[in-house]
Nanobody, 124 residues
Framework: QVHLVESGGGLVQAGASLRLSCVGS????????MGWFRQASGKEREFAAT????????VYADSVKGRFTISRDNARNTVYLQMNNLKPEDTAVYFC?????????????????WGQGTQVTVSS
């Protein structure tokens, strides 16, 4: 499994942008599809975006499509989530996760490693 550490969260106003980063350990990072999930206070964790091991395939939740972009740099063992035009309903703890397959998935039970999460708060 891979150890993951997220960063980049913060407090911003509606309409602003943030870029989250997730650094993974180990030489096999490039073999893992990666995902970003989020959990708002009092709600269940939900899927946001996923990217294949190669970076060629991405999938987004409808709620973030057109505003968020997932990308990765396997040479740096890093996956990113660029979040533009943030809305108050994007407020949540954001988690990155790795699955031991090369292709994407929106289902959290298919991910084997999780980061500790980073808080994103969007004020109106």
């Amino acid at each position: 499994q891979v150890h993951l550490v997220e960063s980049g969260g913060g407090l911003v106003q509606a309409g602003a942008s943030l870029r989250l980063s997730c650094v993974g350990s180990g030489r096999t990072f490039g073999l893992y599809a990666m995902g970003w999930f989020r959990q708002a206070s009092g709600k269940e964790r939900e899927f946001a975006a996923t990217i294949s091991a190669s970076g060629l395939s991405t999938v987004y939740a409808d709620s973030v499509k057109g505003r968020f972009t997932i990308s990765r740099d396997n040479a740096r063992n890093t996956v990113y989530l660029q979040m533009n035009n943030l809305k108050p309903e994007d407020t949540a703890v954001y988690f990155c996760a790795a699955r031991s397959k090369t292709y994407t998935s929106r289902y959290e039970n298919e991910y084997v490693s999780w980061g500790q999460g980073t808080q994103v708060t969007v004020s109106s």
